[in-house]
């Protein structure tokens, strides 16, 4: 059986898409790759791209897309994390009734989610928070994040100072990373906050530094850009806190922080959904201070604790073979 998987990026640097497309081939699946832009080629499975890393334009992309949905030969498909694939092939898909599925971890609702939800076999989400409009359908599937255990081996966590902070994730609006900065001002002067991520917003960037001059936290908090998966896997150990105030979501880089003992500090939801322990009673500075003061010392949970919750919840294998059971029954 042949899987047509749909994503926006493939690049060696964050090899997420990657991770998954070879844990479906684990799976038994042969699959063809249709993405926005390869950065990742050569790969030992097909990829098709729509030439964003050449140059086209919007239009250019979607006629390639609409080429590529058309001629290539495949049983379902699985749009990864961008519902805009499931309008742009609808019609194509739907009146073929080609079974097609999507994983997505957002709360908001846009044009290709309702239309997918519409003809789409399965919504897939990686928590219960994630599609609320769709609670209580059938079609709406938790299956947990997806973290190769794999490519992301258990290590010993090596911090010397656990109050070094870190953040670790795309340093857009909703992620509402100002709370984390704020709440620099209300920790003693030796706390620092090191922060990686991709900057999708530069306007929001240039709001954040701002901030970060205003309350004189410029010694303090450090904005280091984007890193290559493998130097995670450095950074993690080096850390006990991760700091993550997203609103109703779980970013994977506190599920890979996890597996190096690197505590994830979050929202109520978000640390129920990941299966930890402890979090702050509110999404206020006040409340984040006041949890990393009284958890630098001493974690909520062991390594082996937080490793066990991602093994056993997050798994991408476990999330996979989840999913694989729809998948190949085409339901």
């Not at 609808?90 to 997505?104: D, E, F, I, M, N």
Request: hydrophobic letters at 40%; one cysteine or more; glycine letters at 6%.
């Amino acid at each position: 059986m042949t899987v047509l998987f749909v994503t926006q990026k493939l690049h060696q640097q964050d090899a997420f898409a990657i991770l998954w497309v070879n844990a479906f081939r684990a799976q038994g699946f042969e699959v063809k790759v249709v993405c926005l832009e390869d950065r990742a080629s050569p790969q030992s499975f097909e990829i098709h791209s729509m030439g964003k890393e050449k140059g086209y334009g919007k239009l250019r992309q979607i006629i390639t897309f609409w080429k590529l949905i058309a001629t290539l030969k495949y049983d379902r498909v699985f749009v990864h994390m961008s519902p805009v694939w499931g309008l742009l092939g609808a019609w194509y898909w739907w009146p073929k009734r080609v079974p097609t599925y999507l994983w997505y971890t957002h709360y908001k609702m846009q044009a290709g989610l309702w239309l997918l939800a519409l003809y789409g076999k399965r919504l897939f989400c990686a928590t219960p928070q994630s599609l609320p409009q769709y609670e209580g359908s059938p079609k709406k599937v938790v299956v947990g994040h997806g973290i190769d255990l794999q490519a992301w081996p258990k290590t010993a966590n090596r911090c010397r100072d656990p109050r070094q902070l870190l953040m670790v994730h795309r340093l857009a609006r909703s992620k509402r990373v100002e709370i984390c900065i704020r709440a620099m001002t209300l920790l003693p002067q030796d706390y620092t906050l090191t922060i990686y991520g991709i900057e999708p917003e530069p306007a929001y960037i240039v709001e954040l530094k701002r901030l970060t001059k205003e309350l004189g936290l410029e010694s303090r908090v450090t904005f280091m850009g984007t890193v290559p998966m493998e130097r995670l896997k450095d950074i993690y150990p080096r850390h006990r806190l991760i700091l993550n105030m997203a609103s109703e979501t779980i970013d994977k880089s506190m599920l890979e922080a996890m597996i190096h003992g690197c505590y994830p500090v979050t929202t109520k939801r978000n640390a129920e959904a990941i299966g930890i322990t402890a979090a702050p009673r509110e999404d206020t500075p006040e409340a984040l201070a006041a949890f990393i003061k009284a958890n630098t010392d001493k974690l909520p949970m062991t390594p082996d604790q937080m490793y066990d919750v991602v093994k056993e919840r997050h798994s991408l294998d476990g999330l996979v073979r989840r999913m694989s059971d729809f998948i190949r029954q085409g339901t």
